[in-house]
């Protein structure tokens, strides 16, 4: 049983560019949540995502930033016109339920130039 | 507001010590209590889930929750330079949210 996939797992990207972030959740789970984490920080809650609907996203940035989770296919985490601010590791993880045990990618390494 | 609080650290414990970490919550109602390690670079793993009061062990780990006091803590018993890692405390309330995770604690294991 493949666990969360994420890919990429290294994204460079120059600033004013778009980044997009792609999280296959573990078989069988239908929630998806969306963390960014900077270097020596915690984990940052971003936002949580059923198929085809979002449910928390309080820690998103209002402007740039947006995420996806549709019917068919992986959640995508989208940044329009990156800054270096965005520079961080973001992890995607995923349960079965909204209070379940969630379980994490590897995570993608972002860059911005 | 929700809260989870945990000691930055870093914690140092010498090779075949017990290693304590302790996570405070602040919502009385918090139902799921889980640790994660993470080692540097790389994804939280989940080590323990704890959802009553007392201890619940699994090899050297121990989680132990305290509800009244808001209180849970991991024991890491005979610990191995390879346990050097930052230990993430979350915590979930009842309803349709997600975990709330501390900052973490960094424990550094000394051969």
């Known amino acids: 049983n493949a666990g969360v996939m994420q890919n990429p797992r290294h994204l460079v990207r120059r600033r004013g560019q778009e980044a997009r972030l792609r999280c296959s959740p573990m078989?069988?789970?239908?929630?998806v949540y969306w963390y960014r984490q900077l270097p020596e920080e915690g984990l940052k809650f971003m936002v949580y995502?059923?198929?085809?609907?979002?449910?928390?996203e309080s820690g998103m940035p209002k402007e740039r930033f947006s995420a996806e989770f549709p019917k068919e296919g992986p959640s995508i985490l989208r940044i329009q016109q990156v800054v270096r601010g965005d520079s961080a590791a973001y992890f995607c993880?995923?349960?079965?339920?909204?209070?379940?045990?969630?379980?994490f990618g590897p995570g993608t390494r972002l860059t911005v130039l | 507001q929700k809260e989870v609080e945990q000691n930055s650290g870093p914690l140092s414990v010498p090779e075949g010590a017990i290693a304590s970490l302790n996570c405070t919550y602040s919502d009385r109602v918090s139902q799921s209590f889980f640790w994660y390690r993470q080692y540097s670079g790389k994804s939280p793993e989940l080590i323990m889930s704890?959802?009553?009061?007392g201890d619940k062990e699994d090899g050297r780990f121990t989680a132990q929750l305290n509800k009244a006091s808001q209180y849970v803590s991991l024991l890491i018993r005979d610990s191995q330079p390879s346990d050097s890692a930052t230990y993430l405390c979350?915590?979930?309330?009842?309803?349709?949210?997600?975990?709330?995770f501390g900052k973490g604690t960094r424990l550094s294991v000394i051969a």
């Open positions: 993880a995923s349960s079965p339920g909204g209070t379940d045990t969630q379980y």
């Open positions: 078989k069988g789970h239908s929630h």
């Open positions: 995502l059923q198929k085809e609907n979002i449910i928390d």
């Open positions: 979350a915590v979930n309330i009842p309803g349709n949210t997600p975990l709330v």
């Open positions: 704890i959802y009553s009061n």
